[in-house]
């Protein structure tokens, strides 16, 4: 009897539909063939985050035989197709990222402080940095013959202690050290990080005074102190400082009122010499250049005006880079407009993505931590939305030259001024939320006004005044960036004290950020119709930060300072003398913008000398909270009751046994594993804690000096 199929084969049918799907993503990717490019420093960017956000070594591991396996299905897919080109090297790149910035993690190591520690010791001075607005000098320096301290510290003087003293310099100090701080609440700065690939081994303040050798500092200071002083001479008090920071790099002078406005108005980018700045001067000369050589016939004739105007930019935009400390920022920015350059030298037009992919690239290439510094992205992000709108067809129609009266085309010169700062703005926005937990509103409009004036006023006064200088006839190029900067500067503050100048959220989820970042880069590189798809996890992302709770408790990282959420919205804290730094951490942390209230003076919180008691909630979500603010010393039999009536026990000391609160006890020692504290109080509650238990990364398992000749034990964590 002859057999028949009896059902049709699935397998068949499935491989087709596999097929037609490869097929029309094969399809795409052929569409944009051109921008597959781009997407190499993002890839190499992913691996970078990625181990920076995997805790451990098997982790790290994990994913890179992760990745070797996506390879390997790549390769399945077929070299010959795109797609399986794109999945190899993808991988591929993503594995040079982790093994890069795990390899510079590991070459950067140096020793780091144990604990707190007051010595004394003598040092070399690597670096003097002046803060005229705060009263403070910071100082780089490498202990002398003391194998207990790390190679390298960084302490804080007064502008007294610290007088005429110059890199190179030895001298000798007392200070107090302790290792550099982790972030002291979920999501907060994490300066151990940065430290650690700065090789800072411990930070402090001296006490008393600095010795120094016999006619120690009377050498010349470096030029670019010199130079910061003499802007200081011309020009008085903040707005001196923004000048400085405009020329040098150095914004010491600049008074916290002015900085915060700064911040608050979206103008800040204007006091970090970046691409701006650069562009600025090295468009400047180079422009300069070729209009003096141009009066060269043989010159223009055999067609060297542009190299030469070329190479003479060059030469100023290095200088200007080595004035202005040699920064990532700066250094990045001078590697674009190198590669800007050597566009216009090719004939190949000067601004394109590939061009900003290139910088990203070799700046990651050379510094891979510089990824997760909020700069790095702020700046790149900013570029790459600007040239992805001007490459746009639609935006090419808009600014094209064509016949018509001149107030229609300044009118469309704003227009596109105005939506370029739009762009970068909602580009900007996730950034800013994320390391700030703020972002400005208002920053898109006022930069309409403020990149102008900086670039064709500010910045080519203070160029002929400092030129004029040398024969003394700078005086009048002084007034005029004077008065440019006071109009900066009030610029800056109408803007910020405007209403809803300034959005302020709770913490970005981290995996909410990296899907925004990822459906950012999917819209601005991609070309045709499938980027907008990228808008998806924008919008998820973004939905993801809208819908993040405010915390109900902020507790810092040595328990001292607690900032409790209040019906109206606002936070109250535990502790109100504390700082203005504690204040404005506390305050980003929740994600507010007023001021924080005294709990104290609360009516439903009850205190003593020793504690304060209050309940946060109702029903049964109602908790009841215990916070110790007091020194005395008080017996475990007689705290017993209280902490066992409390949901949570908060203490910066050491709590005795008996004291459990019902949910959760917080002491010096649990704070020490876990950090800073943002507590839910939900039902059921919740706690997000600033470090991870298991965390391998090198800064928080470092090697430990004791810093007074005593050996101490060197597996435990950093903190």
Same mark, same amino acid.
């Given at each position: 009897m002859a057999t028949r199929q009896l059902q049709t084969p699935i397998a068949p049918r499935r491989g087709s539909r596999w097929g037609a799907r490869g097929d029309a993503i094969e399809l795409r990717l052929e569409a944009e063939r051109e921008r597959i490019a781009l997407w190499l420093p993002a890839a190499l960017g992913a691996g970078? &985050?990625? !181990?920076?956000?995997?805790?451990t070594a098997m982790h790290w591991i994990g994913a890179l035989l992760a990745l070797g396996a996506g390879a390997l299905a790549g390769g399945m897919i077929g070299w010959? +197709? +795109?797609?399986? +080109?794109?999945?190899?090297?993808?991988?591929g790149v993503m594995a040079t990222g982790i093994l890069l910035i795990w390899g510079r993690a590991l070459w950067v190591a140096a020793p780091v402080l144990a604990q707190p520690v007051t010595t004394s010791f003598s040092a070399e001075v690597e670096r003097v940095d002046a803060q005229p607005a705060r009263g403070q000098v910071r100082l780089i320096v490498r202990p002398h013959a003391r194998a207990d301290l790390p190679p390298r510290l960084r302490v804080t003087a007064s502008e007294e202690q610290a007088a005429g003293v110059i890199p190179g310099e030895r001298i000798g100090l007392r200070a107090r050290l302790m290792p550099p701080p982790t972030a002291s609440l979920p999501g907060g700065y994490d300066f151990a990080q940065r430290a650690w690939f700065d090789r800072l081994g411990a930070v402090g303040t001296v006490i008393g005074d600095i010795g120094r050798a016999p006619g120690a500092g009377q050498g010349p200071p470096p030029l670019r102190a010199r130079l910061t002083r003499h802007i200081h001479e011309q020009v008085d008090g903040s707005a001196g400082g923004v000048a400085a920071a405009l020329v040098t790099g150095d914004r010491g002078a600049i008074s916290e009122a002015d900085d915060e406005a700064m911040r608050r108005s979206g103008l800040a980018h204007l006091l970090s010499i970046s691409g701006l700045h650069v562009t600025a001067v090295v468009g400047f000369v180079m422009l300069l250049s070729m209009r003096l050589l141009a009066l060269s016939r043989r010159l223009a004739l055999r067609g060297w005006v542009l190299p030469l105007a070329a190479a003479a930019a060059a030469l100023a /935009?290095?200088?200007y880079t080595l004035l202005a400390g040699a920064e990532v920022p700066t250094l990045r920015s001078f590697i674009a407009s190198l590669l800007v350059m050597l566009a216009f030298l090719l004939g190949r037009e000067a601004l394109t993505l590939r061009l900003v992919a290139a910088g990203a690239l070799l700046v990651m290439l050379w510094r891979p931590e510089a990824l997760a510094g909020p700069s790095f992205q702020l700046s790149f992000a900013a570029v790459t939305a600007i040239v992805a709108l001007h490459e746009s067809r639609w935006m090419r129609a808009f600014v094209a030259r064509?016949?018509?009266? !001149?107030?229609?085309?300044? /009118? +469309? /010169?704003?227009g596109a001024l105005v939506l370029t700062g739009l762009v970068v703005e909602a580009?900007? &926005?996730?950034?800013?939320?994320?390391?700030?937990?703020?972002?400005?509103?208002? /920053?898109?409009?006022?930069?309409?006004v403020a990149i102008p004036l900086t670039t064709f006023v500010i910045m080519p006064a203070e160029a002929f005044a400092l030129l004029f200088d040398s024969i003394g006839l700078g005086a009048f190029f002084w007034w005029v960036a004077e008065a440019a900067l006071g109009a900066l500067i009030a610029l800056a503050h109408w803007v910020a004290a405007a209403p809803g100048a300034v959005a302020t959220l709770p913490v970005f989820p981290p995996w909410g950020f990296a899907i925004t970042v990822f459906g950012g880069l999917w819209f601005l590189l991609w070309q045709t119709r499938w980027r907008r798809a990228g808008l998806i996890p924008v919008a998820i992302g973004m939905a993801a930060l809208l819908a993040q709770p405010r915390p109900d408790l902020l507790v810092t990282g040595d328990g001292k300072h607690i900032a409790a959420a209040l019906p109206d919205g606002g936070y109250a804290l535990l502790r109100d003398r504390a700082g203005d730094y504690v204040r404005d951490t506390l305050s980003e942390a929740a994600g507010i913008d007023t001021p924080l209230a005294a709990l104290a003076e609360l009516d439903h919180v009850e205190c003593n000398r020793d504690f304060c008691r209050w309940s946060h909630g109702k029903g049964a979500a109602r908790r009841v909270i215990l916070a110790s603010r007091g020194r005395d010393r008080i017996e475990g039999a007689d705290m017993a009751a209280a902490c066992a009536a409390a949901d949570v026990v908060i203490s910066d000391r050491w709590l005795p046994r008996e004291c459990v609160g019902r949910w959760m006890t917080i002491d010096r020692d649990s704070l020490a594993e876990t950090g800073g504290l943002a507590l839910y109080l939900g039902d059921p509650p919740t706690a997000v804690s600033a470090l991870r238990r298991a965390d391998a990364h090198p800064w928080r398992r470092p090697e430990q000096l004791s810093g007074n000749d005593e050996a101490i034990p060197t597996g435990a964590p950093a903190q």
């Amino acid at each position: 009897m002859a057999t028949r199929q009896l059902q049709t084969p699935i397998a068949p049918r499935r491989g087709s539909r596999w097929g037609a799907r490869g097929d029309a993503i094969e399809l795409r990717l052929e569409a944009e063939r051109e921008r597959i490019a781009l997407w190499l420093p993002a890839a190499l960017g992913a691996g970078i &985050a990625l !181990w920076l956000a995997l805790p451990t070594a098997m982790h790290w591991i994990g994913a890179l035989l992760a990745l070797g396996a996506g390879a390997l299905a790549g390769g399945m897919i077929g070299w010959d +197709r +795109r797609l399986g +080109r794109v999945v190899v090297i993808g991988c591929g790149v993503m594995a040079t990222g982790i093994l890069l910035i795990w390899g510079r993690a590991l070459w950067v190591a140096a020793p780091v402080l144990a604990q707190p520690v007051t010595t004394s010791f003598s040092a070399e001075v690597e670096r003097v940095d002046a803060q005229p607005a705060r009263g403070q000098v910071r100082l780089i320096v490498r202990p002398h013959a003391r194998a207990d301290l790390p190679p390298r510290l960084r302490v804080t003087a007064s502008e007294e202690q610290a007088a005429g003293v110059i890199p190179g310099e030895r001298i000798g100090l007392r200070a107090r050290l302790m290792p550099p701080p982790t972030a002291s609440l979920p999501g907060g700065y994490d300066f151990a990080q940065r430290a650690w690939f700065d090789r800072l081994g411990a930070v402090g303040t001296v006490i008393g005074d600095i010795g120094r050798a016999p006619g120690a500092g009377q050498g010349p200071p470096p030029l670019r102190a010199r130079l910061t002083r003499h802007i200081h001479e011309q020009v008085d008090g903040s707005a001196g400082g923004v000048a400085a920071a405009l020329v040098t790099g150095d914004r010491g002078a600049i008074s916290e009122a002015d900085d915060e406005a700064m911040r608050r108005s979206g103008l800040a980018h204007l006091l970090s010499i970046s691409g701006l700045h650069v562009t600025a001067v090295v468009g400047f000369v180079m422009l300069l250049s070729m209009r003096l050589l141009a009066l060269s016939r043989r010159l223009a004739l055999r067609g060297w005006v542009l190299p030469l105007a070329a190479a003479a930019a060059a030469l100023a /935009g290095g200088g200007y880079t080595l004035l202005a400390g040699a920064e990532v920022p700066t250094l990045r920015s001078f590697i674009a407009s190198l590669l800007v350059m050597l566009a216009f030298l090719l004939g190949r037009e000067a601004l394109t993505l590939r061009l900003v992919a290139a910088g990203a690239l070799l700046v990651m290439l050379w510094r891979p931590e510089a990824l997760a510094g909020p700069s790095f992205q702020l700046s790149f992000a900013a570029v790459t939305a600007i040239v992805a709108l001007h490459e746009s067809r639609w935006m090419r129609a808009f600014v094209a030259r064509r016949e018509e009266p !001149w107030v229609f085309r300044f /009118g +469309r /010169g704003i227009g596109a001024l105005v939506l370029t700062g739009l762009v970068v703005e909602a580009a900007l &926005a996730p950034i800013a939320l994320f390391h700030f937990h703020k972002a400005g509103l208002y /920053g898109a409009l006022a930069n309409v006004v403020a990149i102008p004036l900086t670039t064709f006023v500010i910045m080519p006064a203070e160029a002929f005044a400092l030129l004029f200088d040398s024969i003394g006839l700078g005086a009048f190029f002084w007034w005029v960036a004077e008065a440019a900067l006071g109009a900066l500067i009030a610029l800056a503050h109408w803007v910020a004290a405007a209403p809803g100048a300034v959005a302020t959220l709770p913490v970005f989820p981290p995996w909410g950020f990296a899907i925004t970042v990822f459906g950012g880069l999917w819209f601005l590189l991609w070309q045709t119709r499938w980027r907008r798809a990228g808008l998806i996890p924008v919008a998820i992302g973004m939905a993801a930060l809208l819908a993040q709770p405010r915390p109900d408790l902020l507790v810092t990282g040595d328990g001292k300072h607690i900032a409790a959420a209040l019906p109206d919205g606002g936070y109250a804290l535990l502790r109100d003398r504390a700082g203005d730094y504690v204040r404005d951490t506390l305050s980003e942390a929740a994600g507010i913008d007023t001021p924080l209230a005294a709990l104290a003076e609360l009516d439903h919180v009850e205190c003593n000398r020793d504690f304060c008691r209050w309940s946060h909630g109702k029903g049964a979500a109602r908790r009841v909270i215990l916070a110790s603010r007091g020194r005395d010393r008080i017996e475990g039999a007689d705290m017993a009751a209280a902490c066992a009536a409390a949901d949570v026990v908060i203490s910066d000391r050491w709590l005795p046994r008996e004291c459990v609160g019902r949910w959760m006890t917080i002491d010096r020692d649990s704070l020490a594993e876990t950090g800073g504290l943002a507590l839910y109080l939900g039902d059921p509650p919740t706690a997000v804690s600033a470090l991870r238990r298991a965390d391998a990364h090198p800064w928080r398992r470092p090697e430990q000096l004791s810093g007074n000749d005593e050996a101490i034990p060197t597996g435990a964590p950093a903190q």
